[in-house]
């Protein structure tokens, strides 16, 4: 091999090695940037959390309470991670195909969400129906919201996700807010539903549904 092309070799493995290091250059630029501003975003939560405690008359440096602001703050990051998620994200590609053209029914999957009006956990269980030929490995995201509105979305990333026939779910939940203060109701519960696609349209589906739910 001649020294000319020798070199040119050199130049070319040179100029790929910059790049590269250029990227991971970018890359860990980009990720510490995202970490200094997660890091700012908690020390304002945690900040907030201490002069809530303290306009509640509370002393923030007594034992039990010196880390709880902090403790408070990422606990509320965890609960509304939602926001930062999306349904390609949840689902990591576990959609599967099947040749199952029958209604398919998932329940006892626990959910939890605060409360957009006072903050305070509502937690149950859905039941949703699905007449489709896939099958589907569904997470739930932490955001602020309305149970009505909790339920509009897991029937429209389910038909999102899936393209199927038709959806239906059913949430049942206990909201806290009506439990610890309002009405103070116990054994007070909320029921939501949203059909869509034949379970909308087709009485017969729906009556179907309605009686697999009535068993369960």
């Given amino acids: 091999m001649s020294q000319k092309h020798i070199n040119s070799h050199c130049a070319i493995s040179l100029n790929v090695k910059s790049i ?21 975003k908690l020390s304002h939560i945690q900040k907030a959390y201490t002069s809530i405690l303290s306009e509640l008359g509370e002393d923030v440096n007594r034992e039990g309470l010196l880390r709880t602001p902090l403790r408070a703050a990422k606990a509320m990051q965890f609960l509304t991670k ?3 998620e999306n349904i390609k994200d949840i689902l990591n590609d576990a959609i599967f195909d099947e040749n199952h053209e029958e209604i398919v029914i998932v329940k006892d999957i626990d959910i939890f969400s605060l409360c957009e009006h006072h903050l305070v956990p509502f937690f149950g269980k859905p039941k949703d129906v699905h007449q489709f030929s896939l099958k589907i490995q569904i997470n739930q995201s932490h955001t602020f919201l309305f149970q009505e509105r909790l339920t509009k979305q897991i029937a429209s990333a389910i ?21 610890m203060r309002g009405v103070q109701k116990m054994n007070a519960n909320t029921v939501t539903s949203v059909t869509l696609g034949i379970f909308q349209e087709d009485p017969k589906a729906r009556k179907e549904f309605l009686a697999l739910v009535k068993r369960m």
Avoid: F, Q, T
Wanted: glycine content about 4%.
């Fill in 82 to 84: 939602g926001y930062k």
């Fill in 159 to 179: 038909s999102e996700a899936l393209d199927p026939a038709g959806v239906a779910v059913v949430i049942e939940a206990v909201h806290m807010c009506m439990v």
């Fill in 20 to 40: 590269a290091n250029d990227y991971v250059i970018v890359y860990l630029s980009k990720k510490h940037s995202k970490d200094s501003e997660d890091a700012d």
